[in-house]
Nanobody
Framework: QVQLVESGGGLVQAGGSLRLSCAAS????????MGWFRQAPGKEREFVAG????????YYVDSVKGRFTISRDNAKSTVYLQMNSLKPEDTAVYYC???????????????WGQGTQVTVSS
């Protein structure tokens, strides 16, 4: 049984930082392209960042470039999202997800975590 478990969300002031973690089990993690998505109330789920199997290639939505960094530790089967200079518009539930192909499209992701809330106050 595949499980993706996110942690690290919370309440932070604008300009602050948070580090999200996503621990995976039940899949060959090093074969999975990993992504972070977010969904704000009343909005569609949005691709935030993705990382290739080896970690050498990373992808970001324009709104987070230069502020967020995705990384992975295949030995720990964990993917991270370091979020700096947070803004109120970053407020959302953040999900990690696993795909067998490099993609920014949610429907191409096979496994999803339960999500973790990130709230940025102004």
């Amino acid at each position: 049984q595949v499980q993706l478990v996110e942690s690290g969300g919370g309440l932070v002031q604008a300009g602050g930082s948070l580090r999200l973690s996503c621990a995976a089990s039940g899949l060959t993690f090093s074969n999975a392209f990993m992504g972070w998505f977010r969904q704000a109330p009343g909005k569609e789920r949005e691709f935030v960042a993705g990382i290739s199997w080896s970690g050498t290639s990373t992808y970001y939505v324009d709104s987070v470039k230069g502020r967020f960094t995705i990384s992975r530790d295949n030995a720990k089967s964990t993917v991270y999202l370091q979020m700096n200079s947070l803004k109120p518009e970053d407020t959302a539930v953040y999900y990690c997800a696993a795909s067998w192909a490099a993609s920014r499209t949610a429907r191409e992701y096979v496994y999803w975590g339960q999500g973790t809330q990130v709230t940025v106050s102004s």
